[in-house]
């Protein structure tokens, strides 16, 4: 059974900094791309940033592009987002996902329907 636990969100002033962690279980970690998605009140839920297992490439949406940083750790089934310069827009709940490798992490970021295991989700609030 695929399992994805986040952690790390908090609440952080603006131009503060966090890191997310998903941990993964229950599957190929090598095998499957990962994804960072929001989700704002009275929002849809929104790709962040996306990274191939294939060959490692990334994705950010625009944005988050230049502030937002995500990575992989292979030997911990572990995929970070850190997050730096925060904005209040930053707010919502942060999910990770997974899929078998989708090869394009731009397309792959581009809806939440192209992933089929979700984590919990894990709260990030920014205050002005």
């Known amino acids: 059974e695929v399992q994805l636990v986040e952690s790390g969100g908090g609440l952080v002033q603006a131009g503060g900094s966090l890191r997310l962690s998903c941990a993964a279980s229950?599957?190929?970690?090598?095998?499957?791309?990962i994804g960072w998605f929001r989700q704002a009140p009275g929002k849809e839920r929104e790709g962040v940033s996306c990274?191939?297992?294939?060959?490692?490439?990334?994705y950010y949406s625009d944005s988050v592009k230049g502030r937002f940083t995500i990575s992989s750790d292979n030997a911990k089934n572990t995929v970070y987002l850190q997050m730096n310069s925060l904005k209040p827009e930053d707010t919502a709940v942060y999910y990770c996902?997974?899929?078998?490798?989708?090869?394009?992490?731009?397309?792959?970021?581009?809806?939440?329907?192209?992933?089929?295991?979700w984590g919990q989700g894990t709260q990030v609030t920014v205050s002005s």
């Open positions: 996902a997974a899929t078998p490798q989708f090869a394009n992490p731009k397309r792959l970021c581009s809806t939440y329907s192209n992933f089929g295991s």
């Open positions: 229950g599957f190929t970690f090598d095998d499957y791309d």
């Open positions: 990274i191939s297992s294939s060959d490692g490439s990334t």
